[in-house]
């Protein structure tokens, strides 16, 4: 089926958050209509100015919770009235911080998983049919087999945050059961680095960052204390856990790829996961080393014990992916380092603290 993207209006949840600034640049590069949708519980009206400013368009926000049904019947009657009627979402919009959950399960699961339901509650009533959904390696818990491909169980998740994923997943597969052409695609991230290679959009953490890549680059920035890097003694080639590490462009890229496929495949598909990895595992030590040799900076470190929670190692079998999407990473560990680096610079001195 051909379809004319300029009369696909897409809309972002989450949109002024990092991966979903990132995908908005790649969806109007692609051609598509885009409308921004945040709360800004962890973003700011900056995001989406550079965003535009990236794209040199007015790019469509509205400042919206997606646990409030009636911000998002406005989302969706304004667009329709303005003769644009909402073909498809793409649903990042959600808490994040794994340690945060911990602390406060009831809101993770009234912010994601509420907020996931009155999503779908709205797009039913407005008969869209198409949600590319952001979800997680986390919902595979410690995997049996590694790599880890899409029809590995869901194991208890380590954390109130993981549990939210699973149980997105699960009521959005509910709702395709019941809803006779809905269909969404599950896209399940390993772990994105990097920024725009203009580094004028990149992620802005609020706080301490708990990520390895964000904490590295404010550790040799100076604005932290070294990164302490979480166990030496795991069973691994340099006893540090391994993870899969992809960068946030090659990511959007593929959001792109998710909502055409949906798009395009009609109402005859259900739901549909997909592991988003390059499929190879680094070691947090090698991270490390490819940043020091790509930016030409010591990154200062110490040893530190085990982080709780921590798998020992996961990287993804995308070929699912690869097959089925059409895609895969094109970008390196290195770039994504390097890019992360460039985007810290530019942040400088602006940074919050
Ligand atoms: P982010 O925090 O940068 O972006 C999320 C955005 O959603 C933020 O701008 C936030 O303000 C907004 N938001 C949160 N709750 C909202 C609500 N109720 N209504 C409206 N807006 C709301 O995070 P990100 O890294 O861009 O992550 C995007 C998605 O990808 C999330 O669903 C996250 O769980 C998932 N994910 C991220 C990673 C990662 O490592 N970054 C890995 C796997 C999955
Ligand atoms: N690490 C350190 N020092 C740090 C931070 C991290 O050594 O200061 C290590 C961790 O122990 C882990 C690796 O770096 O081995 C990566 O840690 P991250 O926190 O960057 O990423 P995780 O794999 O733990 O979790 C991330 C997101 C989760 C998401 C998961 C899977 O934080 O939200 O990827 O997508 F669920």
Redesign the pocket.
Known sequence: MKLCRMHLNILV?????????HTAVALVEAGFRVVL???????DFS?VQRLRSLVNQEVPFYE????NKSDLIHVFNSEKEQGCPITGVI??????AVGESVEKPELYKL??VG?TERLLEVMEGFGVQSLVF?????VYGEAENIPVDESSPFLPSESP?GFT?QACEKSIVQHAEKNIGFSSTLL?????IGAHPSSVIG??PRGVPN?LVPFLCQAVAKLRDPLTVFGTDYPTHDGSCIRDYLHVMDLAEAHVKAILYLLQAGNSMGCRAFNLGTGHGVSVLEVIETFEKVTGMKVPHQFGKRREGDVVAIWANAERAKQELKWETTRPLGQGLLDSWNWQQKLGEEFDL
């Open positions: 949840t989450g949109g002024a958050g990092y991966i979903g600034s949708l945040d709360n800004f519980s962890n973003s995001a919206a919770d997606c646990r649903h990042f919009a959600a808490l994040k912010n994601n907020g952001s979800s997680s390696c986390t945050y994923k399940r991230y390993f772990n994105p992620e802005s990520n």
